[in-house]
């Protein structure tokens, strides 16, 4: 199947500090990618659509200025978490479905983001 | 916009056990279902899919599942379960012509050999 790739796997940061997370498609191009959130022992929280080239659309009671998303090319998808706090850190995780097909999301390893 | 319930979070069976995880929907129109499995330390993997056709799926690693549409459902389905198979089992559903998952809660399986 199609590759979503994510980096890093895993990141330390300090409370204040901005955080980015990269998704790529490496296979195939994605208009449209997903940013998720897991708690720990729940199900993923969709945050926002990323979309190629204009503004990502974001879910109720997710802070668009907190969680800063740019989609810039058909492969590439960043989440910037400005200024963490350690409520911050939690496993954020993204996907992409193939431009122009109605197949399934794929999705990226995952990030740990822990902010101390 | 489309939710997602599923029920039983913690599941714990025997090898060769028969495995069932409910799903149910809600969403006023067309829709394509997933279910995914994430394994200890992996990513999400996609276990099987419904688009259309026959509402009986068969997936990857022996699972199955069946869409009826008059009560909501997709239930995920392995008559005979494995050691590997524990791991946390997802369901999701996105509209037709909307882009947005949404997912359940997660059914944590585990198989004791």
């Known amino acids: 199947g199609a590759v979503v790739s994510q980096h890093p796997s895993w990141v330390i940061c300090k409370s204040g500090t901005s955080v980015k997370i990269e998704c790529r498609s490496l296979?195939?191009?994605?208009?449209?990618m997903f940013w998720y959130r897991q708690f720990p022992k729940q199900s993923l929280m969709l945050m926002a659509t990323?979309?190629?080239?204009?503004?990502?659309?974001?879910e109720q009671g997710v802070e668009k200025d907190k969680f800063l998303i740019n989609h810039a090319s058909l492969t590439l998808s960043t989440l910037t978490v400005t200024s963490a706090h350690p409520e911050d850190s939690s496993f954020y995780i993204c996907?992409?479905?193939?431009?122009?097909?109605?197949?399934?999301?794929?999705f990226g390893q995952g990030t740990r983001l822990t902010v101390v | 916009a489309q939710s997602v319930s599923q029920h039983n979070h913690h599941v714990i069976l025997s090898e060769a056990a028969s495995l069932e995880l409910g799903c149910n929907y809600s969403y006023g129109g067309t829709v394509n279902l997933f279910w995914y499995v994430q394994y200890p330390g992996q990513h999400l993997q996609l276990l099987l899919k419904y688009f259309s056709g026959d509402p009986l799926v068969k997936g990857i690693k022996g699972f199955e599942a069946e869409f009826i549409k008059s009560k909501f459902s997709f239930n995920l389905r392995k008559p005979s379960v494995q050691w590997s198979d524990t791991a946390e089992y997802f369901c999701a559903v996105t509209g037709k012509g909307n882009n947005r998952l949404a997912f359940g809660k997660g059914n944590q399986v585990v198989v004791i050999p």
């Open positions: 990323s979309n190629e080239g204009s503004k990502a659309t974001y």
């Open positions: 996907s992409a479905r193939e431009t122009g097909k109605n197949t399934e999301a794929f």
């Open positions: 296979d195939f191009q994605a208009t449209t």
